[in-house]
């Protein structure tokens, strides 16, 4: 499969604790987006990197929430001191800097915060 | 706040029918368009975009219309089959952007 891939698909945690999702681009695809999503809405944007930069953060994205894409392939999106409010699918997205804007999406995480 | 928004949070269509899912934009400034489909506990997955300097476009067995003038964009889906059930989004990008923004959704349900 040379989709988008998400790990872990659920995460059950309790309030407080710490997670940590991670997401691997299709191949060769330099940009790379977190979104998140509640249900019965569409996605919103959380984050954007660039290669190994991140250049564009949502307001959604409090100081609990960090992200880091360090060689520019895989990137990691943790939750500090989680809380009831962030259980939700968290999607991570991938476009190619040659196929234009297109954004394909993996199958997300989905986080259940206790 | 700029948003894009559907008309119908919901449409019953018959399989074989024509399905038509509309979608509302309110920013001017924005130069691509998007239609993703969603099943449950699924990620969105791409169906047809569309950038502005265009108003028609046409993919296998679904067609995208935008009308600039009134910030309406279309999904068009022919002989609707029950696999096309799912919730579908339509999605914008302003110009220079990066970040899509999403609708509410718009849930197909197709019955045989």
């Known amino acids: 499969d040379t989709g988008v891939s998400q790990n872990p698909r659920h995460k059950i945690t309790k309030r407080g604790q710490n997670v940590t999702f991670r997401c691997d681009p299709i191949?060769?695809?330099?940009?790379l987006y977190w979104y998140r999503q509640t249900l019965g809405q569409g996605p919103e944007f959380l984050t954007y990197f660039q290669n190994e930069a991140q250049l564009e953060k949502s307001r959604l994205l409090s100081d609990r929430f960090s992200a880091e894409r360090p060689k520019g392939s895989f990137s990691t999106l943790e939750i500090q001191r989680t809380e009831q409010g962030d259980s939700a699918m968290y999607l991570c997205?991938?476009?190619?800097?040659?196929?234009?804007?297109?954004?394909?999406f993996g199958p997300g995480t989905r986080l259940l915060v206790l | 706040g700029e948003s894009v928004g559907l008309h119908l949070p919901t449409l019953s269509v018959q399989e074989g029918d024509n399905s038509i899912i509309n979608c509302a934009y309110s920013n001017s400034a924005s130069d691509y368009f998007i239609w993703y489909k969603q099943e449950s506990g699924k990620g969105p997955q791409f169906i047809i975009d569309?950038?502005?300097?265009?108003d028609k476009r046409q993919g296998q067995r679904v067609t995208v219309l935008l009308n600039k003038t009134v910030k309406h964009l279309s999904l068009q889906i022919a002989a609707t089959q029950p696999g096309d059930s799912a919730v579908y989004f339509c999605?914008?990008?302003?110009?220079?952007?990066?970040?899509?923004?999403f609708g509410k959704g718009t849930t197909l349900s197709v019955s045989s």
């Open positions: 997205a991938s476009s190619s800097p040659w196929g234009g804007e297109t954004q394909y």
């Open positions: 191949s060769e695809h330099n940009r």
């Open positions: 569309i950038r502005s300097n265009m």
């Open positions: 999605a914008e990008k302003v110009q220079a952007g990066t970040a899509l923004i």
